[in-house]
């Protein structure tokens, strides 16, 4: 995970590198990630 502020509006960005030994399962790992990010966010 990397963080860092925009340098035009007042917000951080945040950017995720993904790996998955299978590259067929790389879909399902994203999607697994997005849902347990979001419900990070949520709670």
């Known amino acids: 995970v990397m963080a860092r502020p925009s ?3 007042p917000k ?14 790389l879909p399902n790992t994203l999607e697994r990630v997005k849902k347990d990010l979001l419900e990070l966010i949520e709670d």
């Open 7 to 9: 340098g035009t509006e």
């Open 12 to 25: 951080i960005k945040f950017y995720f590198n993904i790996r998955e030994s299978d590259p067929e399962q």
